[in-house]
């Protein structure tokens, strides 16, 4: 059996943020993945400004797709308007697998299905053990599962759904384009550019709302790219679309157990206007790892549940997406099955 300080269930950026930090410290550590790296993430793949700064990103230095837009281009009913606000783009097969191999953590592909506790270490399928275990596997986090379901059971009125496809496209307009609400989505829509002639489109809302209204992603999906194809935004690109899930921030009551942590996804940190979640996860992963070095409280209460720096933005949309009374269902707004819309 491997013994380590510290063991990190998932790669993504809220691990290999607490594994860098981890290893600069000179705690031996190990991150187990079910996935090698570099491995697909279905994810927009939009990052702020404060990520960059958070994750120490030399960005003349970065060797991958790396695309600064300085507007954001918001429709809302008909109506457009463009906010001065630079954000940046990467691929997260490629920004993920950076991150990881910069972190100096040894890296394990290993798929893990059960976690004991032995006071005062924990063990994993037999073949791992430690004194510190991070959970950052995502929504489907086995350490969740383990020790913090009972304690932050996931609210269902918090569950966003996304749908969407990123491919290799020479686009024309450099701007990232934000459709809000649009046939009544309880979310938004994107059109996010990426360096070197690579594309991201999608669809994301708040699951509880759709199926209450008996809706469907896939119908909001079909009709994004409708409209991005009679608009000009997008050509006649095949593409192949697939669905996840997550959660927005809500009340994380509990995210730490003796010596086992729960950081990003698992703990769902999505923020609740825009559902970004590279930031939290980011952040929280630096939190969990100083407190393990420096013992100190390790709480995720300073992370904002907002992206948006504009009170009345991040009212609204969180109004739309969480708070807002769900309509009752209407037959003939029920979309069937394999997403076509009812007339």
């Known amino acids: 059996m491997e013994y380590y300080d510290v063991i990190i269930v998932g790669g993504g950026p809220a691990g290999s943020a607490c594994a860098t930090e981890l290893v600069r410290a000179g705690a031996n550590v190990v991150v187990l993945d079910r996935e090698t790296f570099p491995r697909t993430k279905l994810c927009a793949g939009w990052i702020t400004p404060q990520v960059v700064d958070d994750l120490a990103i030399d960005i003349d230095d970065y060797p991958y797709r790396f695309n600064t837009f300085d507007d954001i281009v918001v429709h809302i009913k008909g109506l457009s308007f463009e906010l001065a606000t630079p954000q940046h783009s990467i691929r997260r097969f490629e920004f993920d697998r950076f991150l990881l191999d910069r972190s100096g953590a040894k890296v394990r592909q290993h798929h893990v299905r059960t976690i004991s506790r032995s006071s005062p270490d924990y063990a994993i399928d ?78 994301g809302g708040m699951a509880e709302k759709l199926n209450a209204r008996g809706d469907s992603i896939k119908a909001h999906w079909d009709h994004h790219i409708t409209q991005l194809r009679r608009t000009g935004y997008l050509g006649a690109a095949e593409l192949d679309a697939k669905g996840y899930s997550y959660y927005l921030r809500g009340g994380v009551d509990v995210v730490r157990v003796d010596n086992a942590f729960i950081i990003g996804d698992a703990a769902g940190l999505a923020t609740r206007d825009l559902c970004e979640g590279i930031g939290p996860a980011v952040s929280s992963g630096q939190r969990a790892a100083r407190a393990i070095v420096d013992g100190t409280e390790f709480s995720l209460d300073s992370i904002s549940g907002y992206s948006s720096s504009y009170r009345l933005v991040r009212g609204l949309l969180e109004y739309m997406f969480i708070n807002r009374p769900t309509p009752s269902r209407r037959p003939d707004k029920i979309r069937t099955s394999n997403g076509g819309a009812g007339q």
């Open 126 to 203: 037999d073949a791992y053990a430690c004194r510190h275990l991070i959970g950052a596997g995502g929504t489907r986090c086995p350490v969740y599962r383990s020790f913090f379901r009972d304690a932050n059971p996931r609210a269902k009125e918090l569950q966003a759904v996304a749908y969407e496809h990123e491919f290799a496209y020479e686009w024309t307009d450099s701007r990232c384009h934000l459709w809000f609400f649009d046939k009544g989505l309880p979310g938004y829509a994107w059109y996010v550019p990426k360096a070197d002639g690579y594309l991201n489109c999608g669809v």
